[in-house]
């Protein structure tokens, strides 16, 4: 793999009518804070990265490093990029990926 890969968590969302209504209560869910960021070095799982998070963009994340992107055919206007968002449907987190060139 060649490029290093920049995750940046942009924006969460919190959906409390669902969470009352299915979500068992919990102390605590996520870690993850606004404009933290990770690299990924040869497509692997930076250090510190939610593995719910991961999970969800591992795939792209992968792909940008190796070389590819535009995806779904012109999606991003960054075409070296993505928008992916968290498996937690109580409240996901936004991730923009990015290719870095360092």
């Given at each position: 793999?060649?490029?290093?890969?920049?995750?940046?968590?942009?924006?969460q969302?919190v959906?409390?009518?669902l969470?009352?209504?299915?979500?068992n209560?919990?102390?605590?869910?996520?870690?993850v804070?606004?404009g933290?960021q990770?690299?990924a070095?040869d497509?692997k799982?930076p250090e510190g990265?939610?593995?719910?998070?991961?999970s969800?963009?591992?795939?792209?994340?992968?792909?940008?490093?190796?070389?590819?992107?535009?995806f779904f055919?012109?999606w991003m206007?960054?075409?070296?990029?993505?928008m992916?968002?968290c498996?937690?449907g109580?409240?996901p987190?936004s991730?923009y990926?990015?290719v870095?060139?360092?």
């Amino acid at each position: 793999m060649k490029n290093k890969v920049r995750i940046t968590a942009i924006r969460q969302t919190v959906y409390p009518d669902l969470m009352a209504l299915y979500e068992n209560p919990i102390e605590h869910a996520c870690d993850v804070r606004v404009g933290q960021q990770w690299v990924a070095v040869d497509g692997k799982c930076p250090e510190g990265m939610c593995p719910s998070a991961w999970s969800s963009m591992q795939e792209f994340v992968e792909a940008l490093a190796r070389g590819e992107g535009n995806f779904f055919d012109g999606w991003m206007k960054n075409p070296m990029s993505a928008m992916i968002s968290c498996n937690d449907g109580f409240r996901p987190f936004s991730f923009y990926i990015e290719v870095i060139n360092d």
